[in-house]
């Protein structure tokens, strides 16, 4: 079993930055991929990135050059930097991780751009 906790959404304007974050728990952490996934009233959720355990990043066109995903595998806790962000970009956001052969999603939290 792995329970994961978003944390660091709230509202912001225009242009703003936030920092989400997202902790795991167990040991399993250093070994999977983490997702980053959000979805918009109306929307399906998307994925918008994601950090392999070697490190290696991808990234939806939308947000490439505006989000840093990175992780922190001695602190079980994987982050998303958000800069410049677009009122397009309000959403609640999610992250995922895969485990024997299950996903395994937190709870959510809210980004909200707006003037």
């Known amino acids: 079993q792995v329970q994961l906790v978003e944390s660091g959404g709230g509202l912001v304007q225009p242009g703003g930055s936030l920092r989400l974050s997202c902790a795991a728990s167990g040991s399993i952490f250093r070994l999977v991929t983490m997702g980053w996934y959000r979805q918009a009233p109306g929307k399906q959720r998307e994925l918008v990135a994601s950090i392999a355990s070697d490190g290696r990043s991808h990234y939806v066109d939308s947000v490439k050059g505006r989000f840093t995903i990175s992780r922190d595998n001695a602190k079980n806790t994987g982050y998303l930097q958000m800069n410049s962000l677009k009122p397009e970009d309000t959403a609640v956001y999610y992250c995922?991780?895969?485990?024997?052969?299950?996903?395994?999603w937190g709870q959510g939290t809210q980004v909200t751009v707006s003037s």
């Open positions: 995922k991780v895969i485990w024997g052969g299950r996903n395994y």
